[in-house]
């Protein structure tokens, strides 16, 4: 296919929205989009460009005092009959509009346009962000290429309507396993019942008060559910296992050990295992740059909730925030949209920060 992304293209970034949107990229189909995006990065002479897989970065080396990162994902959720794009007055439809390919649009848009920013600049393109964590792009590159990610501060073009959102929660998930004994349920007085026994794990999370920390003016909510219960052999078996898998977003002033020493010290005398678990991110209010890209915005930020990949640059140290046009209640809906208006005011948001750095 001839590479839709022309230097016509290029210059409007909400155009270049829908161009991006209009190239499937489901999460491990990342090529095709990579492959134009690189392309028109190595046409930028301002630009050094390597590629690790699916996942391009793009960089200038202008001997700045600071470096700061703009990332953005290519990969979607599946297509649900939004694809391609589509306008309605001042919305774009389309599989990945709002999370996240307006907000990669944006960083598109200034690498090919903003030859001379005031920071040294990384761009990522990253693969496989909506899937396993083992095949994101960033933590591949993190693997292979730490030196491409160092910077002083990082964003991260999330869907957040336009908002600063800073930092992100912390996620474990755990399964809590009860035990019985197996009995013919015509005779069930002879069996012991797991089901019934996690009535006792399912109480304890009903009866659970999560806290709210505000960290750095940034208020937090911190929650522990269970998402998942499975038991049972048979119609005519009492069930001698059951397993509730619970999950808990925790507040970035947890470390991950501590939140499952809290999620054990909550379901005390149960089996409990833990399955996944990711740290979150403290604000990254206090670097330079941040300050300066908070000014640009004229807004103060709130807490993300939810995890973003702004952990995975906490914790190289980096300061990082997330900020982009889509509204991430629309995120993986099958009317995904962005407005048009948030769009151009985040590019222009982006211009202003980048170009123009206080002393």
């Excluded at 640059?313 to 099958?334: M, Q, R, S």
């Amino acid at each position: 296919m001839a590479n839709p992304l022309t230097p016509d293209v290029l210059v409007d970034p909400v155009v270049l929205t829908r161009a991006l949107v209009d190239v499937e990229s489901v999460s491990r189909n990342e090529k095709v989009i990579a492959d134009c995006v690189e392309e028109v990065l190595r046409s930028a002479s301002h630009l050094s460009v390597d590629r690790h897989g699916n996942t391009v970065m793009a960089r200038t080396n202008l001997g700045r005092e600071q470096r700061v990162v703009l990332a953005g994902h290519l990969d979607t959720v599946p297509i649900n009959n939004n694809f391609p794009s589509t306008v309605v007055d001042d919305l774009i439809y389309g599989c990945g509009t709002s999370d996240m390919k307006s907000g990669a649009a944006l960083a598109l848009h200034l690498a090919a346009t903003l030859p001379d920013p005031g920071y040294d600049v990384t761009y990522f393109f990253y693969e496989a962000e909506e899937i396993e964590s083992r095949y994101n792009g960033l933590a591949l590159v993190a693997e292979a290429h730490p030196e491409w990610l160092e910077a002083d501060f990082a964003l991260l073009l999330e869907p957040t309507y336009g908002v600063v959102e800073a930092g992100c929660q912390g996620t474990l998930r755990a399964l809590v396993r009860t035990h019985g004994r197996r009995a013919h349920t015509a005779r069930a007085w002879r069996g012991v019942n797991a089901i019934h026994a996690a009535g006792e794990v399912l109480r304890r999370l009903g009866d659970y008060r999560p806290r709210t920390v505000t960290i750095d003016g940034c208020t937090y909510r911190e929650g522990l559910n269970a998402v998942r219960i499975s038991g049972g052999v048979a119609g005519n078996v009492v069930p001698d296992e059951c397993t509730v898998e619970v999950n808990m977003r925790f507040a970035p002033d947890r470390t991950e050990k501590q939140a499952l020493e809290h999620v054990q010290e909550v379901l005390e005398g149960f089996e409990l295992e833990l399955t996944d678990s990711a740290p979150g991110a403290l604000p990254g209010l206090t670097a330079a740059p941040a300050r300066d890209f908070l000014a640009a915005v004229g807004a103060e930020p709130a807490a993300k909730l939810g995890w973003t990949d702004v952990a995975r640059f906490a914790a190289l140290g980096i300061p990082a925030l997330n900020y982009g046009p889509g509204d991430p209640l629309l995120a993986h809906a099958p009317d995904e949209h962005v407005e048009i208006g948030k769009i151009r005011d985040g590019a222009a948001t982006l211009h202003r920060w980048l170009a123009s750095p206080s002393d």
